[in-house]
């Protein structure tokens, strides 16, 4: 008899024990799993842990329900709270809880597993770039021998090359970039640079080789330049030949000199290009006085070859730029 109640108060005390971890084992899960919200940050702060170490909780949080909407993080600013552990605030508000990822929940049920995300190939933009070539027509020589003075004419080559074009947007910072403004005056931008391919040179160039073959200096003084696109007269910059109406050559001398003409920008895809040098002063006479001229005509093909290309596109950047005082 004393046996059997023995067993009775064992197995009593068992059912006890059961009910009472049945009871407290959820609470307990529940309190571990508790999501992190801004009360506690508070909390851990007016503890008087450091910063560092509850930015170290902000960040190994499983689970969260922290609020950073603007209204919110004002307040916490205006709370004493440090700019890093917003910041902290502000990352971990934008990741998923650890707990979703995992193979296995809590109700024994398994779970698919979040693929790690594959880098993403760097952004291209493609270009292109209209580059001309120019081929002489077969009327013309390119090397021109009258009145003792030979002059020859090369187009220079024009190449693609990469550029880059730069453009400023001003932004209107957040209240968390404001945070981190470097100087009151300063201004948030965002910077795009756009690849590109340049044509270079942006203009008709030519290379001119003058031999003098006469008895006396050869002087450029007076000679006239033009070209002509298209049957038509284009007026150029006097500043692109003046290393040729300053020319002195002494006899038996040479010079090479680059002379420039008209912007590309307003020649036709196709088109013929004449250039010349008229009035070119080959004798004078005993009195000084010019007695013979000659005129030198060159004559091309112009067309455009079109050159494309795949080139890195940089990401937008925003940065703080803080303007020059102009005092």
Known sequence: MKRYRALLIIIEIATLALLFWAILLPAYQDSSDKPLSNA????LLKAGLGDDVVIAKITQAKRQSLDVSPEVLIKLKEDGVSTKVIEAMVKRAGQPDSDRDADVGASGKRRSRREPAQPSPPATAKVSAKVLTLAPMPETSQSQNKGGVNIAVTPVQYTAELDV???DLQMNPSFLQRLQMPSPNSILIQRTETPILKVTP??????????????RVFRGAGILVQFNVAGKMVPVDQAGYADLTTALIAPRGQQRI????PLLGGIPEQAA??????????????????SDKQNFEWYYQYAV???EAELPAPKPQLLWITPRDPR
């Open 273 to 290: 290009i004449g250039f010349f040098l008229y009035d070119v002063v080959t004798n004078i006479d005993a009195g000084g006085n010019v």
């Open 165 to 167: 074009v730069r453009r």
């Open 258 to 261: 680059k002379i420039y003409g």
């Open 305 to 307: 070859q079109l050159k």
């Open 40 to 43: 506690d940050v508070i909390a």
């Open 202 to 215: 942006d203009r008709l160039v030519f290379i001119v080789d003058i031999s003098n073959q006469m008895s």
